[in-house]
């Protein structure tokens, strides 16, 4: 999903269906990996996928989920669902 852009966890939560509380634990993870980061800006913390990480694993691994998932119907289903995906409507202004 942060292929297509950068979002924050209400969006992600939104667009995975799952607990606000699992979306944090698995970016927590991601981060701490070196295959995300994230930014503040303004009130919205995103998120961002890592392309530039300086880990061997992540710098390996990324162009490897690049060829691999694409094809995949939740994947591409997923990303539809970013392209639509208002932090405004649902985390409120």
């Given at each position: 999903m942060l292929e297509v852009r950068p979002l924050c966890v209400c969006e992600i939560t939104a667009v995975l269906g799952l607990a606000t509380s699992t979306i944090s634990k698995h970016l927590s993870i991601l981060k701490n990996a070196g295959f995300i980061f994230d930014q503040k800006e303004n009130r919205w913390v995103?998120?961002?996928?890592?392309?530039?990480?300086?880990?061997?694993?992540?710098?390996?691994?990324?162009?490897?989920?690049?060829?691999?998932?694409?094809?995949?119907?939740?994947i591409m289903q997923d990303r539809e669902k970013v392209k639509i995906v208002n932090r405004e409507k649902i985390c409120g202004k």
């Open positions: 995103n998120y961002y996928l890592n392309k530039t990480s300086q880990f061997r694993s992540v710098k390996e691994l990324l162009p490897l989920l690049e060829k691999w998932i694409p094809d995949n119907r939740i």
